[in-house]
């Protein structure tokens, strides 16, 4: 599993631009979400990271941060900046 993200790196990154993305279900969302964050639940992040933006990082989160880390690993493998911010609640933002 992808190692988690600096808090304070985090939000380094989310001020020059990193966005946050959570992988977590419709249903977690619904019980609470980090306002600056977008949802792509991981089982549809295969069939739309290309919607995600190419050229900032993207900072992943979840419920306990295993999600996030196949998400962080999944989206290297396409080439993008990616990074396992871990457990949604962690987003600095």
């Not at 989206?75 to 962690?90: F, I, V």
């Amino acid at each position: 599993m992808v190692g988690f993200l600096d808090p304070e790196e985090a939000r380094r990154m989310m001020a020059a631009g990193a966005i946050v993305v959570d992988v977590r279900t419709q249903e977690e969302w619904d019980q609470g979400h980090a306002a600056n964050s977008i949802l792509m639940p991981l089982h549809e992040l295969a069939a739309h990271f290309e919607q995600l933006p190419q050229d900032v990082p993207v900072l992943l989160v979840c419920r306990s941060g295993a999600r996030s880390g196949q998400a962080t690993a999944y989206l290297r493998n396409q080439g993008l900046d990616a990074h396992n911010l871990g457990p949604w609640q962690r987003n600095p933002g």
